[in-house]
């Protein structure tokens, strides 16, 4: 197990910002997780496990407390189950299955991180979310000092979110199994208006795997939502804000709002989320509320090519961030009454 003291996080973040944290740990196996999970317990450190660092805010001031790293390694397919060890490359697991030949999680490819963290957030993007697919996380869990198995039901998979993002002091993930398709081949029905067209399907139509993946990537790649280092549009955590989700009553108060400051004809964007509720776009409040594509005169300002990344244009430190984050905030506030939450995981700071 490796151990660093006073040792910076920012490099270990796609934002590249953050201070140090008081010690580093990395695990390269599940036994060596458990083990720094348990110190840090037992001692009463604070403890912030970091996968790739692509949803993470970590404030200026660094961690107080044992950073670790999870590095554990394991790519296993029996028939269509996978097991993924929670340090694996999501992207590169994903086009692993796709070579495999499986199809449920061909659309999220491109999607930095790693594998353990996709069902913190329920990771998702372009019709497919790892909740269709996870069979059952294996994790660590803090409270009762073992390691349990949380079967897909009992994760509480939602939008963004999960039983493990709600109670984020209690499990360390450790294995993520899903449970794939053999479809001949082809991908799962493609349910992304914006894939299909790409791919020039009709939605729930059926595509090659390796197109579907393709289409995906260059899709990502035009919006700055695929890594590249020499491109400060992706040093960022991809979207900062979760789109809302309204309440019938809360959408006919936005409406009305929508019309006030557009016009009598404006419609906003609007899609199903469940009995009396509504989602809108995060993207399209920012926009509307003024807050363009590259909006900002700082260090920290908003992607050339996504309303909704925020970004280090390579020398911004959090609090550039996080101002830049609140003006957003306010602004579409002010003009829509809606107040957008953040989607990446703050580390000792607050929007
Ligand atoms: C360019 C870009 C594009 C993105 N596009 C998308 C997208 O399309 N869809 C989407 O959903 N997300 C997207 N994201 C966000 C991010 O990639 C995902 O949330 C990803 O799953 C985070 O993985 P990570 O390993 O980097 O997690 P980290 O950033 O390291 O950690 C995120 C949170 O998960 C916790 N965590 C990490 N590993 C574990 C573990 N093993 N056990 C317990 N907790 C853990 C951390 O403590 C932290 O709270 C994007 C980010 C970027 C930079």
């Not at 107080?64 to 929670?86: H, I, M, N, P, Q």
């Not at 939502?225 to 979207?239: F, I, N, R, Y």
């Not at 920012?286 to 590259?294: C, H």
């Amino acid at each position: 197990m490796l151990e660093l003291h006073d040792a910076p996080l920012a490099p270990l973040t796609t934002f590249r910002l953050g201070g140090p944290a008081d010690r580093l740990v990395t695990a390269t196996s599940d036994a060596e997780v458990i083990d720094a999970v348990r110190e840090a317990d037992d001692s009463g450190t604070p403890l912030l496990v970091i996968g790739g660092g692509s949803n993470l805010v970590i404030g200026d001031k660094g961690f107080a407390g044992t950073a670790l790293v999870v590095a554990t390694k394991g790519f296993a397919l029996d028939g269509t189950r996978l097991e993924l060890a929670a340090g694996e490359v999501w992207s590169d697991a994903v086009a692993r299955t796709v070579e495999a030949g499986l199809a449920g999680i061909e659309c999220l490819a491109g999607i930095p991180g790693s594998a353990g963290a996709t069902p913190i957030q329920n990771v998702g993007a372009y019709g497919q979310e790892v909740s269709s697919t996870i069979s059952e996380v294996v994790a660590y869990d803090r409270h009762a000092r073992e390691t349990v198995t949380v079967p897909s039901a009992e994760c509480a998979f939602s939008y963004r979110h999960s039983r493990f993002k709600a109670d984020p002091e209690r499990y360390v993930v450790l294995r993520v199994r899903f449970d794939l398709e053999d479809a001949e081949g082809l991908s799962a029905p493609i349910k992304y208006a914006e894939t299909a067209r790409a791919l020039g399907v009709e939605p729930g139509d059926r595509v090659p795997l390796a197109a579907a993946r393709e289409t995906v990537l260059k899709l990502r790649s035009g919006k700055g939502m695929v890594l590249d280092p020499e491109d400060h549009d992706t040093w960022s955590a991809g979207s900062f804000f979760t789109n809302p989700i309204l309440t019938d009553e809360e959408f006919a108060a936005f409406h009305a709002r929508v019309r006030e400051h557009l016009g009598d004809g404006a419609e906003p964007p609007a899609y199903p989320a469940g009995e009396g509720h509504t989602k809108t776009s995060a993207a399209w409040l920012i926009d509307k509320a003024g807050f363009t594509k590259g909006y900002g005169t700082g260090p920290a300002r908003i992607s050339t090519k996504h309303t909704l990344a925020l970004t280090n244009r390579g020398a911004a430190t959090t609090e550039d961030l996080l101002d830049l984050a609140r003006e957003v905030v306010a602004g579409v506030r002010d003009t829509f009454g809606i107040t957008l939450v953040n989607e990446p995981v703050t580390v000792g700071v607050t929007l």
